[in-house]
């Protein structure tokens, strides 16, 4: 008996497997459905096979109280990180820290979130490169979110003391304008033993293009000292080899060649280093547009019924009509884009899935101006029709 059902199990693990594969139930957690349905078979079998081995129900019951002890355990101490892991979050989803599309820092992790689950979120590195971080480990560790409004991106450069002060900061200044950068500022970090270091920075307001800038940024830095001839001494010069007297570590000025002209880059190097968390943010903010139009719709109704001009009422609600219409449009491509990019994400290639999501956000866009049109004409009226009761 025993025998039968140890086979009977194997037979149904092996026809589950050719079942899923061939009918392909679960395209994107194929495996994991596999593997868990498997392991629920075997964990019954297992019961059988105890059920009917030739020996007493005393030896039985206490077999089977073993195992029961093994899986309790087992669960008891995984469930533990799945708990703590749940609850951060939770409290992430209260606190909001951060959302889809913003920088974080945490430990050694820099990138862009581009989904933020119950369990872990998700982040593109600088590599481009999907990382997965426990939310244990963002609520228990410091992080370091960069904000939408600006950031403040620096550089330090150790210069010799036998150059002005404020000759350096002047030039540091301009490296720093020349990126364009605001406010920027130039401080004195440290007065060393062979040189005297000091820190450039101003503030980023377009943080969409902080990788590119911050290398700019240094771009700028060495260029705008190099063309009025001071040394970076960073982080000092040692006496270990006898230099000719005068001699200057700067690269030579290259004549400037009027045909050699550069050729604009096609994409940003965020936009490839960033593309998941770029479609991340995009989708954010339409669902947001999407969001307030549904809670503005029962206010332009109420709104439009107290006007009392009848071709004016009938005209407003014409054009809050146009934008259900153009909404309930933009709802039905915004889940078919959600879809494909959950679905099919390597199916459809990243320039026709980005140029489709820039169109979806273009008309979200639209559809936010003609609300804020639409919230505006109202306004005008009903200001104008109490203006005029009084």
């Known amino acids: ?6 086979a009977v199990t194997f037979f149904l693990i092996f026809a589950v497997d050719r079942l899923l594969v061939r009918t392909k139930i679960i395209h994107k957690d194929i495996k994991f459905t596999k593997q868990l349905i498997q392991f629920i078979i075997l964990s019954i079998g297992l019961i ?3 059920f009917s081995l030739p020996i007493s129900n005393q030896y039985k019951d206490s077999i089977l109280s073993l195992l029961g002890l093994l899986a309790g355990a087992t669960i008891a101490l995984s469930s533990t990180t799945f708990i703590a892991n ?6 992430l ?3 909001k820290p951060f959302r889809t599309g913003d920088y974080i820092e945490s ?3 820099f990138g862009r979130v581009t989904d933020i689950h119950i369990l872990h979120t998700e982040v593109q590195s600088i590599d481009r490169d999907l990382v997965t971080i426990p939310n244990l480990k963002l609520v228990s560790n410091s992080l370091k979110t960069i904000r939408t409004s600006g ?6 450069v150790s210069l010799g003391y036998d150059v002005s002060r404020k000759k350096i900061e002047k030039n540091l200044l301009l490296a720093a304008e020349k990126t364009g950068l605001e406010t920027p500022f130039v401080h004195v970090l440290e007065l060393g033993d062979f040189s005297v270091t000091y820190k450039v920075g101003g503030l980023l307001k377009n943080v969409d293009s902080l990788i590119t800038t911050r290398s700019d940024f240094k ?15 960073s ?3 040692m006496n270990q080899r006898i230099l000719k007297e005068g001699s200057v570590f700067i690269p030579p000025k290259e004549p400037v060649k009027s045909e050699m002209v550069e050729k604009p880059l096609e994409k940003k190097p965020e936009e490839v280093i960033f593309d998941k968390a770029i479609e991340a943010e995009i989708l954010g903010r339409i669902g947001y547009f999407l969001e307030v139009l549904d809670k503005k719709e029962k206010e332009f109704e109420q709104q439009i019924s107290s006007v009392p001009e009848e071709d004016k009422k009938a005209d407003l609600k014409t054009k809050l009509e146009f934008i259900k219409s153009k909404k309930e449009n933009v709802k039905t491509e915004l889940e078919a884009m959600k879809k494909q990019i959950g679905e099919a994400e390597e199916i459809i290639e990243p320039d026709t899935r980005s140029r489709k999501l820039q169109s979806l956000n273009l008309k979200a866009d639209h559809l936010d101006i003609r609300r804020k049109m639409l919230e505006k004409e109202l306004k005008e009226i009903l200001e104008k029709e109490n203006a005029e009761k009084a």
Request: glycine content about 2%; some cysteine; hydrophobic content about 55%.
């Open 1 to 6: 008996m025993s025998i039968i059902t140890v």
């Open 48 to 50: 059988f096979v105890v």
């Open 86 to 91: 749940a609850m951060s979050g939770i409290m």
């Open 93 to 95: 989803r209260i606190i």
């Open 107 to 109: 430990d050694s992790v």
């Open 151 to 156: 950031t403040i991106i620096y550089t330090c």
């Open 219 to 233: 771009k700028a830095v060495l260029d705008s000292l190099h063309e009025v001839d001071i040394e970076i001494v």
């Open 235 to 237: 982080p000092n010069f």
